[in-house]
């Protein structure tokens, strides 16, 4: 089916290691982001990308990068990951209509 | 930006109709208001979205008055698959959806 495919779909961590969560979407779509959900909490913007080649912050983009790789592809990296960076990473991607929304990373950093 | 207030959780029953109040009182004139739901360990997934009066599709009805400093999601007839969590989104979405913010969002339970 079409849509936002993120891998992993779970993933731990030790303190320090690092990690990149991928994401593809084959919709064409232009724009494509990446969120953490903290338990109870609603979706927080990490950084997007508005077209191949642009990226900008979000709210909360320190401890990230990323990559648009190509139109397809959005990665997520975590450098040296840390216990606060514990969560749920949602990719998504837009194009002429509403966000369309992955089923999620769930990354625990012990 | 807009912020934005909905209750944290409500219940309701099969086959009723449910209302879902989110308050926006800064709301500002580029301002749109959409609307998504999430299941458990599913990402969120578009509802509605309207800027002015009523907008109706084959999910909800989004309720918008004149003076937009609130809007109302309704959903007809619920039945136990809609329990789900609902956001209300208000923000400039010409330049993409970067600027809207993800509240705590209404829990919503539907029960038999």
């Known amino acids: 089916n079409a849509g936002v495919t993120q891998t992993p779909k779970f993933q731990v961590l030790k303190t320090g290691q690092s990690m990149t969560l991928q994401c593809a979407q084959d919709m064409n779509h232009n724009s494509m982001y990446w969120y953490r959900q903290d338990p109870g909490m609603g979706l927080r913007l990490i950084y997007y990308?508005?077209?191949?080649?642009?990226?900008d912050k979000g709210e909360v983009p320190n401890g990230y990068n990323v990559s648009r790789l190509n139109k397809r592809e959005f990665s997520l990296r975590l450098e040296s990951a840390a216990p606060s960076q514990t969560s749920v990473y949602f990719c998504?991607?837009?194009?002429?209509?509403?966000?369309?929304f992955g089923d999620g990373t769930r990354l625990s950093i012990l | 930006l807009a912020k934005t207030t909905q209750p944290i959780s409500m219940d309701s029953y099969e086959g009723q109709e449910v209302n879902i109040t989110c308050s926006h009182n800064n709301i500002a004139t580029n301002d749109y208001i959409t609307w998504y739901q999430q299941f458990p360990s599913q990402g969120p997934r578009f509802i509605i979205q309207g800027y002015k009066t009523k907008v109706t599709n084959e999910v909800a009805s989004l309720f918008i008055p004149a003076d937009r400093k609130s809007s109302t999601l309704s959903l007809p007839r619920v039945s136990l698959s809609d329990t789900a969590v609902y956001y209300c989104l208000v923000g400039d979405i010409s330049g993409g959806y970067n600027k809207l913010i993800f509240g705590a969002g209404t829990r919503l339970a539907v029960h038999p």
């Open positions: 998504a991607s837009r194009g002429n209509q509403p966000q369309h």
């Open positions: 990308s508005a077209s191949e080649g642009t990226t």
